[in-house]
Structures are given as structure tokens and as C-alpha cells.
């Protein structure tokens, strides 16, 4: 007698809803963590700006604590002013007393008598991107649509990198200093005058500077900087002439990344400098853009004279 043979297997609607299972599970895995990896990224990058924000707030409240009180502002037309350029630092109103400060669109400079902190803004590191720095990329910038800034905007701060073939490169600033007791980060080198000086932009060797920003290979750049103190200028006289008590310094900052949305322009909310939404973010959906608004109070430890 022939023995039949019985063969069992799936069926084909079988095959299909399985299959259909099994890639709508896998989808599913995918999803969930491509939503993971978005959250961890985006921790990373909080956790980047929080860092170096608080080595900035440490760094200045130190710096500030060890030097004597600097001015900031000077008086034109009975009015205290902030110089916004470092030929009104350097002459101010034409009445030869120097500041200590100034800031513009493009970035600034603060000399301390301990340490010089020098910065470009994030739109001028922006500006400087489209080629290389100096030879067809912008050296000045201006906020888009400002009526206040000069014909061609504010210079922006570079220092001189020596290249792996020997060439000399100028690389846009961050945010650094340099020990500078002189303040000479704020006045004009011998032989200079204010209309021809290039001491406003041209900083020198990159080995001569810290980052404040600390160690590491971060993209961070300062969004705006600011400092004023209760002491007033209220005539020709310098802010230091107060032996009797300490200074405050109320110094407001804005860190942030320029990976992403932030670095395009109006990537950041104006009002407020944070990050878009989700649902207005077009290049990374928020993952990489961290801002920090920072606000501290530093303390000079003397009074100068």
C-alpha cells in the first residue's frame, strides 16, 4: 500500500498578515527610537550650553573680583553713553578719556585690567561663512535692517591661525581673552591713530588668546553681551573715582548653538532669544538649538584710583 505524505505549512493570507506584522513592528521600533535619538541629542546640547554657561559666569565673576572698578560709559551732551565702536572707546565724544567697553552689532570688547574678553555676535560668525574669511566672506556686519549702524556695518574681530601648508588663515572670534593688565585690547597701539588703526578687527596670534567658552570643540557663540553698573557717570569724571565702595558689574549674556535653525536669519524668536518650535524649525526641529539667557552679578574686589 502507497503511504500518503501530509505537508503542513502556511497558508498565504498567513504569510501576509504576518509579514504585515512584523514590518509594522519594525516600523513602530524605528520610530520610537529615531524619537530617542532626538531626545539624547537634544539633551547633549542643553547640557553643552549649560556647562559652558556656567564656565562663563565663573570665569568673569572671577576675572571681575580681582580688578580694580572700569568704566563703561562716558558723558556727551550731559548724557552717559556706551561706545559702540573702539574709536569712541578710545576717544569718547573727542574728549580723550578713555572707556573700558564697547559693543555693537557685530560684537565687542570689555578690558578689565586683568583679563580683555573679545567677542564676535552669532549673525557676524554667520556672515563670515558663505566663503573663506577675508577673501570674498564678510569682515564687517551690521544687524539686517539696522538704520544705526555705519555704511558697511561694524568690523568683525579675527585672529591669525597658521595653516598645516604654512599659510597664514584669519579666523572670526568667538569668544576669547587675554591677560591684559594695560587694557590694551581697549586703547590704540603707539603709532596708530583712530581713523587708520586696523587694531579694531585684527587681534593677532590665535596662541595668544583663551577660549571662554573653555576646552572642547563646540560651536557656541555669544547672541549679545551686555554690562552696566549702578555707578553712573554723571560728569566728565571717570566711574572709578569712588574709594569707598566696592562695584557692581550686572552683566546679561545670550550662548547659544549656530548649527542649525538659529543660524539662519530670524531663526531665533527675537522677542525672547529661544529656539523655534518644532512646527517652525525647517533644518533640525529644535534638536540641536539651545539658547541660555544668562544674568549675574559680579563684584570688583578694589577701587581704583
Keep these: 500500500m502507497r503511504k500518503s505524505q501530509r505537508r503542513e505549512g502556511f497558508t498565504l493570507i498567513e504569510l501576509v498578515l504576518s509579514i504585515g506584522f512584523i514590518g509594522s513592528l519594525l516600523i513602530l521600533i524605528s520610530l520610537i527610537i529615531i524619537q530617542v535619538m532626538g ?8 547640557k553643552e550650553v549649560n556647562e559652558v554657561s556656567r564656565i562663563v559666569v565663573r570665569d568673569m565673576q572671577q576675572s571681575v573680583s580681582s580688578a580694580d572698578a572700569f568704566r563703561l560709559q562716558f558723558v556727551e551732551d550731559d548724557q552717559p553713553v556706551y561706545a559702540k565702536t573702539l574709536q569712541q572707546a578710545v576717544s569718547p565724544g573727542g574728549n580723550n578719556s578713555e572707556v573700558d567697553y564697547y559693543s555693537n552689532d557685530a560684537g565687542g570688547r570689555l578690558c578689565t585690567g586683568v583679563y580683555s574678553y573679545i567677542w564676535n555676535t552669532g549673525g557676524a560668525i554667520r556672515a563670515t561663512r558663505s566663503t573663506v574669511f577675508g577673501a570674498g566672506g564678510a569682515t564687517r556686519y551690521s544687524t539686517p535692517g539696522s538704520t544705526s549702524a555705519p555704511s558697511g556695518g ?6 591669525t591661525r597658521t ?4 599659510s597664514a588663515e584669519q579666523i572670526p572670534v568667538r569668544f576669547i ?3 591684559d593688565p594695560a587694557k590694551e585690547m581697549c586703547r590704540l597701539p603707539a603709532g596708530d591713530t583712530a581713523t587708520s588703526t586696523t587694531h579694531d578687527s585684527a587681534l593677532g596670534d590665535e596662541a595668544d588668546y583663551a577660549s571662554v567658552f573653555g576646552s572642547g570643540n563646540n560651536e557656541l557663540v555669544l547672541y549679545n553681551f551686555s554690562i552696566e553698573t549702578p555707578l553712573k557717570p554723571t560728569s566728565e569724571q571717570r566711574t572709578d573715582d569712588i ?3 566696592s562695584t557692581f558689574y550686572y552683566i546679561k549674556l545670550t550662548v547659544g548653538t ?3 535653525d538659529e543660524n539662519t536669519q530670524n531663526g531665533l524668536i527675537s522677542s525672547n532669544q529661544v529656539c523655534k518650535p518644532p512646527a517652525q524649525a525647517t533644518q533640525n526641529e529644535g534638536e540641536y538649538c539651545a539658547v541660555n539667557k544668562i544674568e549675574f552679578v559680579a563684584r570688583t574686589g578694589r577701587i581704583g584710583n
Design 258 to 260: 549656530q548649527n542649525g
Design 177 to 179: 581673552k587675554k591677560r
Design 163 to 166: 595653516a598645516t601648508d604654512g
Design 154 to 159: 561694524y568690523p568683525i574681530q579675527f585672529v
Design 39 to 46: 531626545l539624547y541629542n537634544k539633551g547633549l546640547t542643553l
Design 243 to 245: 574709594t569707598a565702595i
